[in-house]
């Protein structure tokens, strides 16, 4: 596939503060793209310099073949953005919002109510169009920001943290938005997270940490190489040194508490082993490592280095 963003040796700084340090990656038209890091990472610098709202301080930005710093203008006709916070006029309707939001493009008259009858439908708010925006809900209010981002038709949607503050249910419609603009459409979807689990059906997964990228790859790479499986075992009283006893001729990790000792990623045959000694055993349970123990792991194990 094509890359539509790609993003080389880039560089910006604050008052001698370095926030996103020398970062490269690409993204390939069409995917969805996950930005992963801890707040203060340095996602949200690099989004604002891939929307054209910051200059680099070096390095470059190429947007479907054009740089940021030469092509603004066009480029800006060619994304949209959803930030983490609402940025429509509480007290306008929200078709008064959309259609000042469409003027900017020139999408004005019947142009403008045939794209505002397709989106609306798209996206399933018709029954708020005329509602003032600080009337809707948490998840109605994503609706309508989504609906600003993509109006003017772009060929790549920016998100960042688009579920901040929102309830689960809220976060769910979200990303059932995500992903028909996606698949229906075609749109290429660059997101910014703090939660891994989050990213689970992302393409490619890029973390980054103190302005430099630490990890990339699919979920289920990343979830293979930093997550921990767990087992917990809970021995009848006065059984746990003989239980410890037993499990040192594994030789697995482990860490022992006042009423339970848990081994680091077992195997299955290290699991039915362990359980033979059931004799000791009062009960046990089973974690397995997921994508958020990825995450955690990654910025533990990978905290100075850089790819």
């Known amino acids: 596939m094509t890359s539509i963003i790609s993003v080389k040796n880039l560089r910006k700084t604050y008052q001698h503060k370095t926030v996103v340090d020398n970062i490269s990656f690409d993204v ?26 910051l200059n680099a301080t070096s390095g470059e930005v190429i947007i479907d073949g054009q740089n940021v710093k030469k092509h603004s203008k066009d480029i800006r006709k060619k994304i949209g953005v959803v930030y983490q916070q609402n940025v429509l006029d ?12 469409a003027s900017l493009f020139g999408i004005l008259g019947k142009e403008f109510e045939d794209r505002l009858e397709a989106v ?15 009337t809707l809900s948490g998840g109605q209010k994503r609706r309508v920001e989504i609906a600003r981002a993509i109006f003017h038709e772009p060929k790549i949607l920016l998100l960042d943290e688009p579920t901040t503050g929102l309830d689960s249910e ?23 997270t703090h939660y891994l689990e989050e990213a689970r059906n992302s393409d490619l997964i890029t973390v980054i940490n103190k302005g430099k990228i630490v990890a990339a790859g699919s979920a289920i790479s990343l979830q293979k190489k930093y997550s921990c499986d767990r087992l917990l075992l809970y021995p009848y009283k006065e059984a746990m040194n003989h239980l410890i006893a037993n499990v040192k001729n594994i030789s697995l990790p482990y860490t022992i508490f006042d009423d339970r000792l848990v081994i680091e990623n077992p195997s299955v045959n290290n699991v039915l082993e362990i359980l033979k000694y059931d004799s000791l055993i009062d009960s046990f349970e089973f ?7 990825a995450f955690i792991n990654i910025l533990k194990q990978t905290e100075d280095s850089v790819l």
């Open 28 to 53: 390939e038209e069409g995917s969805l793209f996950s930005f992963l890091g801890p707040n203060g990472a340095g996602k949200s610098t690099t989004i604002n310099i891939i929307c054209t709202v």
């Open 90 to 101: 509480n007290l306008l309707t929200v078709s008064e919002n959309l259609r000042f939001r």
């Open 120 to 134: 609306a439908k798209e996206l399933d708010f018709q029954n708020y169009l005329n509602q003032p925006f600080h």
């Open 170 to 192: 809220s976060r769910k419609t979200v990303w059932e938005i995500i992903g028909k603009l996606k698949k229906t459409f075609g749109m290429t979807i660059f997101l910014t």
């Open 287 to 293: 974690f397995k490592g997921n994508l958020d123990d």
